[in-house]
């Protein structure tokens, strides 16, 4: 059974940073594309990025590119994503998903609240 | 960045009924469209790629369609389970890959 589970997330103070992680099992993690999409509460779906199966290539969408960093290790089958000048804005469920372009599988989620 | 616009904004339908949700991308995607599910307080599940081929599991009640432009996702015979957001995916060329804002289906 394919199984993401994220964690690392909670509550965090303006201008901090935070690192995510996603465990994988259940499949090939080194064969594939993983990705990150962002919920805010009460809204929709937002893609933050992917990275490649050896990680020379990583896209992300250009409002978050100096944000946020997504890495992967293989060896421990697990993706991050490094989250930095948290503000108000990034107050959201952060989904690891599996799948290049299209998402195939996802994580339950890590809820992330940026407060004061 | 390609722009998804996605209609209705919600819907409401009784069972039985066929429901039909649209999708305008800002350019050709040539089929790049995807469609995912969230059911109430759970992560979101791929139910159609490539506009209209079903992932693996996905009743056959089910279906998308479109090209160019405008892509719709069809729910036959509507079932209680099917209560959700819907949002639908670009894919085409380079990232990012934008979603629409997504359409709350709820029973009558």
């Known amino acids: 059974e394919v199984k993401l589970v994220e964690s690392g997330g909670g509550l965090v103070q303006p201008g901090r940073s935070l690192k995510l992680s996603c465990a994988a099992s259940g499949f090939s993690f080194n064969d594939y594309w993983m990705g990150w999409v962002r919920q805010a509460p009460g809204k929709g779906l937002e893609w933050i990025g992917e990275?490649?199966?050896?990680?020379?290539?990583?896209n992300y969408t250009p409002s978050l590119k100096d944000k946020f960093t997504i890495s992967r290790d293989n060896a421990q089958n697990t993706l991050y994503l490094q989250m930095s000048k948290l503000g108000s804005e990034d107050t959201a469920i952060y989904y690891c998903a599996r799948g290049w372009q299209v998402m195939d599988a996802w994580g339950q989620g890590a809820s992330v609240t940026v407060s004061s | 960045d390609i722009q998804m616009t996605q209609s209705p904004a919600s819907l409401s339908a009784s069972l039985g009924e066929t429901v039909t949700i649209e999708c305008l991308a800002s350019?050709?995607?040539?089929?790049?469209l995807a469609w995912y599910q969230q059911k109430p307080g759970k992560s979101p599940q791929l139910l159609i790629y490539y506009a209209n081929s079903l992932n693996d599991g996905v009743p056959s009640r089910f279906s998308g369609s479109g090209s160019g432009t405008q892509y719709s996702l069809k729910i036959n015979s509507l079932q209680s389970e099917d209560v959700s957001i819907y949002f639908c995916q670009q894919n085409y060329d380079s990232p990012p890959y934008t979603f629409g804002a997504g359409t709350k289906l709820e029973l009558k």
């Open positions: 990275i490649n199966q050896d990680s020379s290539t990583i």
């Open positions: 350019e050709d995607i040539y089929s790049n």
